[in-house]
Each structure stands twice: as structure tokens, then as C-alpha cells.
T-cell receptor, first 111, second 116 residues
Framework: GQQVMQIPQYQHVQEGEDFTTYCNSSTTLSNIQWYKQRPGGHPVFLIQ?????EVKKQKRLTFQFGEAKKNSSLHITATQTTDVGTYFCAGPNTGGFKTIFGAGTRLFVKA | NAGVTQTPKFQVLKTGQSMTLQCAQDMNHEYMSWYRQDPGMGLRLIHYSVGAGITDQGEVPNGYNVSRSTTEDFPLRLLSAAPSQTSVYFC???????????????FGSGTRLTVV
């Protein structure tokens, strides 16, 4: 079945270092979403990408959607302790009525 | 505007018991879904609904039932609880279905279920 894979599973960084998580789908996606979940919390929607090669920025966060619309990345510049949590990518299945989530990348930031 | 409300927040069940996890949204969202979250496995879709009266299975539907009698409510029923159903359950809603989604899902705060 359709799969959405994320790497790495965990990342430890020193505050101020950059961080990147990668998302790869086994099929072409019509859109891809990114969510952040703080420890003990619920996923919160960050952004959606729709166009091939699209790049969007939110302050220190940069999101990219691959040309083939099968992969995506989230890059955080100069991490802060407030960035800790798990970052998920998600996309619709081929039929379009189910959203498949990646397993997430958990970010730890050491002050 | 409360968003997506889930109750209860915590629950302990004995094997074989049944219960209903409640989910309600006040945003007039047509699409609602239930996910379970287990360590290292991300969010897995249990059931979803594209509107009142319409439900369908997700990736892991066995042992769970849903109904959607109103736009606002989407309860999840555990028929006979098993230890493998120990998990955190999230309800999520959106205006559109996943293919035409514009603003992502709004998640509830979750129900932490332990089956002993």
C-alpha cells in the first residue's frame, strides 16, 4: 500500500544549529502537509504545499515540495528550544479520501 | 469556537469492556477522522467520514466502529477492548477531503486509553 516515510526518526541538535527532516512518498501526492506536535500535545497544522517545486517560508522554517511531488523537506534555521517536538508530513492517498502520515521526526534541542 | 473537543482525556479499560470515545467539532467541518498514535508509528487512520451519514474504513479499522448522525459529532466505539488498543486516539476534522484540503486538519487534544 501507499507509504509516507520520514527520516531521520530522531535528531538531537544544539540550540542555534540547523535541522532538516525529509519526507518521501511511494506515490505522487496532490498536496503535502506538515504538522508539529509538542510533547504531550496534539498535532498542529503548519503548512500545505501543492505545486511542484514549491517553496514556502514561515520565519525560520522553510518547506519544499519536490519537482516530482513525491518528496518534501522541512528545514529549521538556528533552532530554538521552542522548536522541540515531533514534525509530521502527511498526504492524501491515491483515492483522495484518506490522509497518510509519516512516522514523524522527533527534534530535541539542547540549550 | 471550541474547535475539536474530545472526551474523555484519559481512560483505563479492562480487556473485553466496551466504550465510546466522543468527538465533537463546532466549525461546520464536513470531513472527520480518527487516528491512533503509537510510539514510532506516527498516526494511523482508523475510520473517516466525508459527511453526515457517510463513513468508511481507514488503515486499521478492526475492533472499532463509527457513526456520523450529525455534522458535529463523530464517536468512536471500541467493541471489546484488547491490550493492543492501548494508544492515544486523536480526532481530526477539516472543511474538505484530503485531496482538496486547503488549511489542514484541526486535531482534538486526544484520549489516552490504557487497556489492562
Amino acid at each position: 500500500g501507499q507509504q509516507v516515510m520520514q527520516i531521520p526518526q530522531y535528531q538531537h541538535v544544539q540550540e542555534g544549529e540547523d535541522f532538516t527532516t525529509y519526507c518521501n512518498s511511494s506515490t505522487t501526492l496532490s498536496n503535502i502537509q506538515w504538522y508539529k506536535q509538542r510533547p504531550g500535545g496534539h498535532p498542529v497544522f503548519l503548512i500545505q504545499l501543492v505545486k511542484s517545486g514549491e517553496v514556502k517560508k514561515q520565519k525560520r522554517l522553510t518547506f519544499q515540495f519536490g519537482e516530482a511531488k513525491k518528496n518534501s523537506s522541512l528545514h529549521i534555521t538556528a533552532t530554538q528550544t521552542t522548536d522541540v517536538g515531533t514534525y509530521f508530513c502527511a498526504g492524501p492517498n491515491t483515492g483522495g479520501f484518506k490522509t497518510i502520515f509519516g512516522a514523524g521526526t522527533r527534534l530535541f534541542v539542547k540549550a | 469556537n471550541a474547535g475539536v473537543t474530545q472526551t474523555p482525556k484519559f481512560q483505563v479499560l479492562k480487556t473485553g469492556q466496551s466504550m465510546t470515545l466522543q468527538c465533537a467539532q463546532d466549525m461546520n467541518h464536513e470531513y472527520m477522522s480518527w487516528y491512533r498514535q503509537d510510539p514510532g508509528m506516527g498516526l494511523r487512520l482508523i475510520h473517516y467520514s466525508v459527511g453526515a451519514g457517510i463513513t468508511d474504513q481507514g488503515e486499521v479499522p478492526n475492533g472499532y466502529n463509527v457513526s456520523r448522525s450529525t455534522t458535529e459529532d463523530f464517536p468512536l466505539r471500541l467493541l471489546s477492548a484488547a491490550p493492543s488498543q492501548t494508544s492515544v486516539y486523536f480526532c481530526a476534522s477539516s472543511y474538505d477531503n484530503p485531496r482538496t484540503l486547503l488549511d489542514g486538519y484541526t486535531f482534538g487534544s486526544g484520549t489516552r486509553l490504557t487497556v489492562v
